[in-house]
Each structure stands twice: as C-alpha cells, then as structure tokens.
C-alpha cells in the first residue's frame, strides 16, 4: 500500500439556524486515515454580516474515535467586520496549535454553528474540509 502524500476534501451539506439564539452541530464525516487538516472553507447559502455584540461562531471540532472529543480544528466569529457573502467560501481560521490539525483514521468531524449573546442567524450552505495524509 502507498503511503504517499495523498489530499481528499470531505465536503457536506449543513442546516441553516434561522432563529438567532439557536445554536446546531452536525456530524461531517470521519477521517479516512491519519491526516492533517490543511484548510477548512465554509459557503453560506445566503450573506452573513457580523455584528459586534451578537453574533455567531462556526468551528470544526474532532470528535475523536469515541464521540467525545472536544479539540478545536478551525473556528470564525462572525463579528463586528467579519461578514461572508452568499455562494462565496470564507475561509475558517486554522487552530494555530499544529496537534489541533492531526487526526487520526476514524475520529469524527463536526461542523459547529452557536450563538453568542443573543446571536445571529447562520444561513447553511456547504463545508469543505481540505486533508492530507501524514
């Protein structure tokens, strides 16, 4: 078996949050062998224009094998000047902890979409999550 550099992009489809205060996680997949995630893009299905005070967090978060990690891959407030527009990837800010980005075969990846104060809604749209074999 090759173990060459090899880069798969897992992408999916995520729900919108529509009501403000509302806050969503969705499951994107596993990881299909030890990998670093090199680039993580987020493409809203509509604009979203950040606020100062209330606003909104999208983030990557491992799962690990079990369910119930909690380590931060890539994340992005949508606040005060951090807008996206519709159709159009935003980039999500990569953990600049290296470890973050390590995943190993079979650890779950979730798409995080929450509140802050009483928040903003997230219009859904698609995630693309970049990886490459390590």
């Known amino acids: 078996m090759s173990t060459a550099p090899y880069v798969q992009v897992i992408e999916k489809n995520v729900p919108a949050v ?3 205060g509302n806050d969503d996680d969705t499951v994107l997949g596993q990881a299909p062998f030890d990998c670093t995630v090199t680039s993580v893009q987020y493409v809203p299905e509509a604009a979203i224009t950040g606020a100062a005070t209330n606003n909104r967090t999208v983030s990557l978060v491992n799962k690990g094998q079990a369910g119930s990690g909690t380590t931060t891959v890539a994340t992005l407030t949508f606040d005060n000047g951090v807008n ?3 159709n159009d990837e935003k980039a999500i800010t990569l953990s600049g902890t290296a470890a973050n980005l390590d995943l190993s075969a079979g650890d779950t990846l ?3 979409s929450i509140h802050v104060a009483s928040g903003i809604t997230d219009p859904g749209g698609v995630v693309r999550v970049t990886i490459s074999r390590r």
Do not use: D, G, I, Y
Request: charged share 10%.
């Open 18 to 20: 529509s009501t403000a």
């Open 84 to 86: 996206a527009a519709a």
């Open 110 to 112: 979730l798409w995080r």
